[in-house]
């Protein structure tokens, strides 16, 4: 069932774009509702993304009391931009997809009771296992063939995408699909955090000109703490550090992972910080390096005791990946604002569950599997009322080639980091900082409207890349200028307080003119002691 050279145009009820588990539980759901189901990804499912190359904790409470104790305390750190029933379902789910992922034959450990301990999940096992569930699902999975863009039908219905086969020297490919999942991810802007390299913000871009709306994009500025010389972003082994400065002289910092705040803040500052595992009691050192090997591997590589050596940390970039922004969500099936497109995982906004705070960890573990598991089967009861018809394609920026001497990927891609990627650009925000950002880019926008230079055709994803990279730079500035205070992890520091009359989601779109407002959708909060 898998083709890397050989996708013919054709017709599907299902297609969903994407290879990580988001992709992948949309994919199994849409075909146990009895749909056809095609899945196309940049590179190869099962290994490519974040996941796949780290892993995830999970947001898992068995039903009963705890779960709603669980919303309460998420909704008392989130900002009050969180909607309680969301949170319920998201809950309810993954706790059901789990129980499934174990009779698959994840190799859940046990505890000294003998329990499984499902706090977890090895990426590359789970991946593994997801794709070849994929399979035996009946699921066709095209590898390496990375969207380009969606087409409509007249009407402006989503009604499938086109793309490149990299392996056979970028061939064009057309499928059309009753509806579509967007599972691409979020965006990290290339900075070379550990498996974000596909993460370019490309199903943001395809939604928008369709006319999506996006929601959460100031809260996507997002970063994690690595050892300095390595990518792995895992943060959850900060819980048990102690943080020092480049003399060894502590660094004040609050107990477990909010410490990692003040680290930040000194790291955004221009100061060297360390680390020390030395709050771990010694009795889960090993189920540590058993949980997250990877974290674990460069210190060891280096000859470092992270348990009993303080080692440097740098800031790493992970944006809409660890952050909250994403597509806005219209119904409880992750439908978007654009008929016949579905949107699941960092694809998605995280603000329902997250609000105005990271939706990395366990949070967004979580997500993917329930978001996949909504829109996969909300695209294959929407393709079920729909016939094919005849496709639209768009004419949208970077499809096709600009003069010799337009701007190349590379240029382009580099404007946008600088007015992303220092942390005092994003992660310490200011109105003159955004102003300047926003009119640098501006100008970008206009510049490789003609086109980029051109690239061969087993490249012609990548310009693609470059523009969904400023399109979602932009979305990010107008959003951060438009929540004038500090909420969550979007801190301005000429707003440093928090203003009640912004106690709503942000909606953010348009290409060529980039627009906010606020969302007419209010937060629904379980318990009245919430705060902003």
């Known amino acids: 069932m898998t083709a890397a050279g050989d996708a013919a145009t054709h017709v599907t009820d299902v297609l969903v774009i994407g290879g990580g588990p988001a992709a992948t539980w949309a994919a199994i759901a849409a075909a146990e509702s009895g749909s056809r189901v095609t899945l196309v990804d940049k590179g190869y499912c099962g290994t490519s993304g974040a996941t796949a190359a780290g ?25 009050g931009l969180t909607d309680a ?145 390595g990518t792995h972003t895992k943060g959850r082994m900060l819980a048990w550090a102690s943080f020092y400065d480049e003399d060894g002289h502590p660094i004040a910092t609050e107990c477990g992972l909010a410490g990692r705040r003040d680290a930040q803040r000194a790291l955004a500052r221009g100061q060297r910080v360390f680390a020390r595992l030395d709050r771990a009691p010694e009795h889960i050192r090993r189920v540590m390096r058993d949980a997250q090997p990877n974290y674990f591997l460069p210190l060891d590589k280096a000859g470092i005791d992270p348990f009993v050596t303080a080692y440097p940390l740098r800031m790493v970039y992970e944006g809409s990946v660890r952050g909250t922004g994403g597509l806005r969500l219209v119904g409880p099936d992750c439908a978007t604002s654009v008929p016949g497109l579905y949107a699941a995982g960092d694809a998605a906004t995280r603000e329902l569950i997250t609000g105005a705070i990271s939706g990395g960890g366990s949070h967004n573990g979580s997500w993917a599997i329930a978001s996949g598991s909504f829109a996969g089967r909300g695209a294959a009861e929407y393709s079920r009322r729909r016939t094919f018809a005849g496709f639209v394609e768009v004419d949208g920026v970077g499809l096709r080639p600009g003069p010799q001497h337009a701007p190349t990927v590379d240029d382009v891609v580099r404007v946008a980091q600088d ?76 707003l440093p307080g928090t203003d009640h009359r912004l106690s709503h989601r942000i909606l953010v779109g348009g290409l060529d003119t980039v627009w906010t407002i606020p969302d007419p959708v209010l937060p629904e909060l379980i318990s009245s002691e919430a705060v902003a």
């Open 85 to 229: 029933e969301w949170m319920a379902r998201v809950l309810s789910a993954s706790w059901d997809r789990i129980e499934q992922l174990a009779d698959w034959g994840y190799p859940f450990p046990t505890g000294d009771d003998g329990r499984q301990l499902r706090v977890s999940l090895q990426g590359p096992e789970y991946m593994r296992r997801m794709r070849r569930k994929a399979h035996r699902s009946g699921v066709r999975i095209l590898d390496h063939h990375p969207a380009t863009a969606l087409t409509t039908d007249s009407d402006g219905i989503v009604n499938g995408a086109t793309g490149i086969a990299r392996q056979d020297a970028g061939r064009p490919w057309r499928i059309g699909a009753g509806a579509v999942v967007l599972a691409t991810g979020g965006t990290a802007f290339l900075s070379g955090s550990l498996g974000t390299n596909v993460d370019t913000g490309d199903g943001y871009l395809m939604a928008a000109e369709a006319g999506a709306a996006l929601s959460g994009m100031e809260f996507s500025t997002a970063y994690a703490l690595a050892p300095e010389w």
């Open 419 to 494: 007015h992303i990627l220092p942390p005092m650009r994003s992660h310490l925000k200011s109105q003159v900082r955004l102003t300047e950002s926003a009119g640098v880019l501006e100008q970008l926008w206009t510049d490789i409207a003609a086109g980029l230079a051109p690239v061969p055709a087993r490249d012609a994803y990548k310009p693609r890349q470059a523009v969904a990279l400023v399109a979602a730079a932009r979305w990010i500035t107008a959003a951060s200028l438009a929540r004038a205070e500090t909420r969550g992890i979007h801190r301005r520091e000429d």
């Open 55 to 79: 892993g995830n904790n999970l947001w898992l409470i068995p039903p009963g009391p705890r779960r709603d104790e669980s919303i309460r305390e998420r909704e008392a750190a989130a900002g």
